[in-house]
């Protein structure tokens, strides 16, 4: 595959970054496949490695935050939901808890621990639990988009 019109830099440890482009630049077999780079001199020619390219297209996203159902007395189970294509980009940085309170990853009380999956595990609910709204914030890791999820609460039964 002939790529002279994309531009990339050559980064001083010798990787090929693909710089940004136009959604209607956009090509997939330059922009999701595999590539090889071949190099020519008088004194001869090298083909690299196969290398995997995957381009992520910079388009707007949310991030979900279900409510969860749990019996009094049982541990809740928090999730932030990202699109499926932009899951390997996005990091859960934090919860918040009724818009002040920010919990971090592997920070734990008695109460919570948030997981570097970004779960966050609420131990021994009880009804003052089901009155806090819990929020996550995300990063995208090649934007450094920061985005926090809408509110979702904790709905104790029983």
Request: glycine fraction near 6%; aromatic fraction near 8%; charged fraction near 20%.
């Amino acid at each position: 595959i002939l790529i002279d019109f994309i531009h990339f830099q050559v980064l001083p440890t010798g990787n090929i970054r693909f710089l940004p482009f136009l959604i209607d630049k956009f090509r997939p077999d330059v922009h999701f496949g595999t590539l090889q780079c071949k190099l020519s001199n008088p004194s001869g020619t090298i083909i690299s490695t196969e290398v995997v390219v995957r381009a992520v297209l910079d388009t707007q996203f949310h991030i979900q935050n279900p409510d969860v159902a749990v019996i009094r007395g049982n541990n809740a189970v928090l999730r932030c939901l990202g699109p499926p294509e932009l899951v390997d980009y996005i990091a859960v940085t934090s919860w918040v808890q009724d818009g002040s309170l920010n919990i971090y990853p592997n920070f734990q009380t008695g109460k919570w621990l948030l997981l570097p999956s970004g779960e966050l595990h609420v131990f021994s609910v009880d009804e003052s639990d089901g009155r806090k709204v819990w929020e996550c914030r995300t990063l995208h890791k090649l934007t450094n988009e920061v985005m926090t999820s809408e509110g979702a609460r904790i709905v104790v039964k029983g």
